[in-house]
């Protein structure tokens, strides 16, 4: 096998929120590249059971570990419970946590009694796609998992400063982990970790098309980009590739456009 290919040997991605989308894909590449994966997820018994198989076939192929586990990452015990059981032989192995969570409440600001967004909607939000990246970083920092140069990466979305519709919560999430980044970036860089952000264009993933008027949004974003198509999963995850080389040791604090420019319009 090409000596790149297994360039991440030994290491570990702890991927959160990784049975399709952006969490996928780069499981997938990032095995391609020799490195092991945990994914964590929420999926229906019947979905359980397709992701696992799928991730039995990514593991043979490219000849590494990949392992599923089915459980809230939201949840304090079992972030707790999978650290514990994850990390007792695994001490300073973890390359990439990798945030890709995308649970929100898309409602909008005022409407009929029970249909509008509530202050509990947006925190329950906020949680699970911003601050949740600090909770993981510091308990697998307290746990010696990460090896001494590893990287934390989330996603945020144009989104975060601009109006979409019914998207209030989620760019408030959004907007909290770009402030969120800077810090972390800033006060995690003594223990070794860099802490970066991409951007990626629209990308027709499963969360998208719970957008309220996502047609709007696709067809919006088609026209903008430069090269009149979509951002894929598989653009983000090469990006992800690329930012745990040794070659992009320096880049911390970051907010990485991934959206062939779609972005610039």
Known sequence: ??????????????????????????????????????????????????????????????????LPFNINALDENARKTFITDFISNKKHQVKLLLHSIARGNLKPLAADEGAALTVDDIQLTTYAMATSILDWARDLLAADAFCPDARVIGLTSEGSHKYWEGYAAVSVAKASLESLNTYMAVELAPFGLKTNLIQAGVTATPSLQRIPDSDRLIAGATQRNPFKRLTKPEDVANVIYLLCTPEAAWINGAVIHVDGGEHCR
């Open 1 to 66: 096998m090409d000596k790149a290919i297994k360039e991440f040997s030994g290491n570990w991605a702890v991927i959160l929120g990784g049975s399709s989308g952006f969490g996928f894909a780069t499981a997938e590449k990032l095995a391609r590249h020799g490195m092991n994966v945990a994914v964590l997820y929420r999926e229906i018994a019947n979905a359980d059971k397709a992701v696992k198989q799928r991730f039995l076939e990514i593991a043979a192929e490219h000849g590494v570990n990949v």
